[in-house]
């Protein structure tokens, strides 16, 4: 049976001081869901906070979208995402942290979280994540006391996408600074190009356009394993 893969989803619904609704993004979720589904992989959901998370993004002229937003069974397991406390990391090959701007805020400090993908990695497994959603990989660290991205080469969303969008001075801190604090090389093309890179079982996207990329990289990752 092949082991199952897990998606990380955000549960915060606001970006900082602005109001502004955010949520994990959904293309970041049906574009690699679609690829991992179809070939055979069974994908489970897990939020901070679990429950209904919050979705951006919502555009539903995406068919890929659509066809996600529409499979029942999908619809409800991400409606009804699992907290950490339930995650038992030994049944998963895949950690897979979605973004969307809310990512931002609740990925990084999550400890639980982190020791999950950290033994996921341990046991052999993948850890992936595209656009904001390496937020999850900055403080994940192995048990040789390394950070999980140090020395390896990373992507992410960057800081000229950041400053694109206008967020600079609302998020939390620049994903790709903290990712080269944490001695991640960081790797990145020009504003809204697919961009993803594999370096030891870490695969990284750098923005909604690399989301089904990144699927097929995870796929990848897991047929040569």
């Known amino acids: 049976m092949k082991k199952k893969i897990l998606f990380v989803v955000t549960s915060h619904d606001k970006k900082g001081s602005t109001g502004e609704a955010t949520g994990y993004y959904l293309g970041e979720i049906s574009h690699p869901w679609e690829v991992l589904h179809k070939a055979g992989y069974e994908i489970d959901f897990v939020s901070p906070k679990g429950g209904t998370p919050p979705v951006d993004g919502f555009d539903l002229k995406d068919p890929v979208n659509k066809e996600f937003w529409e499979n029942k069974e999908y619809r409800n397991k991400i409606d009804h995402s699992m907290t950490p406390s339930q995650v038992n990391p030994k049944e998963y090959s895949t950690i897979f942290y979605a973004g969307g701007h809310g990512a931002m805020w609740d990925f990084a400090d999550h400890n639980e979280l982190a020791d999950i993908a950290s033994e996921i990695y341990e046991n052999g497994g993948i850890v992936a994540g595209v656009c904001h959603g390496p937020a999850g990989l900055v403080n994940i660290k192995l048990n040789n ?81």
Do not use: C
């Open 145 to 225: 006391g390394k950070y999980l991205v140090d020395g390896k080469k990373i992507n992410a969303f960057t800081n000229e996408e950041e400053s694109e969008v206008k967020l600079t001075h609302i998020v939390p801190f620049l994903l790709e600074n903290k990712l080269k604090e944490r001695g991640a090389i960081f790797e990145k093309s020009g504003l809204w190009q697919n961009h993803v890179v594999t370096d030891q079982r870490v695969i990284t996207g750098q923005n909604p356009q690399s989301a089904k990329s990144v699927g097929e990289a995870i796929l990848k990752e897991l047929i040569n394993k």
